[in-house]
């Protein structure tokens, strides 16, 4: 076969989703929202209700926050500390952070990442040897599916969420560590940010009584949201101490960059030494730490936020229901709407959300969900208010009776997608 140049494959196909470009790029990927990050932000010059941020707790426009970060960047400018946190990018702040993250997930130790995607990955990589066995979610977020990637071990998905398959997956899993002598690390999200279903933690964990396994647990979407003290779905399922290895990101509730895992002080001591994204590339930045410690600070002392969250949350899912809307099985406040359409409908139906209604969602379609659904995913905050929610049930109520009536069918006759 005659060899080619690398970029003639890439020029001629762009990827899955890199194929719409041309009739989705600035719309529908890469929307620009404009002005303070709040309920309602700018989209192409009008005010919309923002239902595509993950602040779920507010906190990334609050004046303290906002005064925090400025202070700190004040004080450090943005790149203070220099190098890998081994080398000289260490501090008393990213030291007292840790000290305060593991003390609030109810932790030994834990470990500040500079960014979560390839914190966790590397957290996957360094946990496990080549004799050691991977069993993971089939659902999970791409950052897990990325981090078993590097593994030169076996893997197993178990079905989603399903604990037989999980059980059958974890016999053959033991049967294989027999063999090779390792060990077995599950993998499971604490919200699946997709559709909002928890993980099944209570039931992973209490398949320990029969097989010998280590729990790894991506919480991103938990974290500060479910829990007495939002301190995740372990807390909310009453597990936490069962989970080994407890991980979030600050890229949600705490509205900001950055990330941390929290385990016993060994399995941490021995992340901190052997784990490649942290020891080979730039600390977390004094201003993140700063703000990190902050926005934990109200996690702790200002309950009020979560309060207001799920005030909202309770109202918009509930107001969905109560209009006969299929939200789904969410247990979260990640709060999907799914309707029956083509790719086509979805793309004049969101055009009609945004333009008509000022409603600003995330939309999902084929191959992220079955051919023929639609899925409008909703993130409700604590910014949010009733009079959101309002506007949003009547808008979502007008949209499906459009849909229904065929009239984006028509209108997207022309859409060159199917
Ligand atoms: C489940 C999950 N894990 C990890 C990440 C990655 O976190 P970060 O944005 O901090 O890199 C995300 C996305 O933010 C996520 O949704």
Not at 100 to 119: D, I, P, S, W
Not at 212 to 219: G, I, K, T, Y
Request: contains cysteine.
């Amino acid at each position: 076969m005659p060899m080619k140049d690398l970029f003639d494959r890439i020029i001629e196909n762009k990827g899955p989703l890199g194929k719409w470009a041309s009739v989705a790029e600035g719309y529908f990927v890469f929307p620009k929202l404009e002005g303070p990050i709040s309920n309602r932000m700018k989209f192409n010059g009008k005010e919309v209700i923002t239902w595509s941020v993950n602040d779920y707790l507010g906190l990334a426009n609050q004046p303290e926050v906002r005064k925090a970060d400025a202070d700190a960047a004040a004080k450090y400018g943005s790149a203070y500390p220099m190098g890998a946190r081994m080398m000289s990018g260490h501090t008393d702040l990213h030291e007292q952070l840790e000290v305060e993250l593991a003390e609030f997930v109810n932790k030994e130790a834990a470990y500040v990442l500079n960014f979560g995607y390839q914190g966790i990955l590397s957290t996957i990589d360094t946990l496990v040897s080549k004799n050691d066995i991977i069993v993971y979610d089939v659902d999970a977020h791409a950052c897990i599916i990325d981090g078993v990637r590097l593994h030169h071990g076996k893997r197993f998905t178990y079905k989603h969420n399903d604990i037989e398959s999980l059980e059958k997956n974890l016999e053959r899993a033991t049967k294989m560590a027999e063999q090779t002598g390792g060990g077995i690390l599950v993998i499971s999200e604490g919200v699946f940010g997709m559709r909002g279903e928890q993980g099944r933690l209570k039931e992973i964990v209490a398949l320990k009584d029969k097989f010998q396994f280590r729990l790894l647990v991506d919480d991103a979407h938990g974290f500060g949201t479910l829990g007495k003290r939002g301190a995740g779905a372990g807390e909310e399922q009453g597990i936490q101490d069962d989970i080994d290895v407890y991980f979030a990101t600050f890229a949600k509730s705490m509205a900001s960059t950055g990330a941390f895992i929290a385990a016993d002080k060994e399995i941490i001591d021995f992340l901190k030494y052997n784990m490649r994204s942290q020891m080979f590339a730039k600390s977390l930045q004094m201003v993140l730490v700063e703000g990190a410690l902050k926005r934990l600070d109200m996690l702790r002392t200002r309950p009020e936020f979560k309060t207001k969250l799920w005030e909202n949350v309770n109202a918009l899912q509930n107001g969905l229901k109560e209009r006969g809307f299929d939200i789904g099985t969410t247990q979260s406040c990640v709060t999907p709407v799914y309707l029956k359409g083509s790719i086509p409908e979805a793309m004049v139906l969101v055009k009609d959300l945004r333009e008509n209604y000022g409603i600003f969602c995330s939309i999902v379609v084929y191959p992220v969900i079955p051919k023929g659904l639609i899925l409008l995913r909703l993130i409700p905050t604590a910014s949010h208010n009733m009079e959101d929610v309002s506007i949003t049930l009547d808008a979502f109520s007008a949209i499906r009776t459009k849909l229904e009536d065929g009239i984006y069918k028509r209108l997207s006759a022309s859409i060159p997608i199917s």
